[in-house]
């Protein structure tokens, strides 16, 4: 079982940047490929950015490449994602997740844990 809490969203203005993090709980953060998605109001949750478990692949949807990097530290069981140039289509809450096997980093079906969320807002 892995437990995930991620903490670092709040109100930024357009333009600014945050840095969220997950923290997860057990012993073997090491071994999942871990994703970041988001649900905006009345949307689809979407993929947003993925880091395989040894952080040699990312993965990153369209529409937040070149603004957004994801990365991990597997001493501190903790993955980030660091959001820039945010606009207000970047209005979400934002998830992390988990994915034992990290064979479609995508696809939120693939992911085994959630977390909670965190609610990132940009306003203009």
């Known amino acids: 079982q892995v437990q995930l809490v991620e903490s670092g969203g709040g109100l930024v203005q357009v333009g600014g940047s945050l840095r969220l993090s997950c923290t997860a709980s057990?012993?073997?953060?090491?071994?999942?490929?871990m994703g970041w998605f988001r649900q905006a109001p009345g949307k689809e949750r979407e993929f947003v950015a993925a880091i395989k478990w040894d952080a040699v692949r990312t993965v990153f949807a369209d529409s937040v490449k070149g603004r957004f990097t994801i990365s991990r530290d597997n001493a501190k069981n903790t993955v980030f994602l660091q959001m820039n140039s945010l606009t207000p289509e970047d209005t979400a809450v934002y998830y992390c997740?988990?994915?034992?096997?990290?064979?479609?980093?995508?696809?939120?079906?693939?992911?085994?844990?959630w977390g909670q969320g965190t609610q990132v807002t940009v306003s203009s």
């Open positions: 997740a988990a994915d034992r096997w990290g064979v479609s980093l995508v696809n939120l079906r693939a992911y085994d844990y």
């Open positions: 057990g012993r073997t953060f090491s071994t999942y490929s």
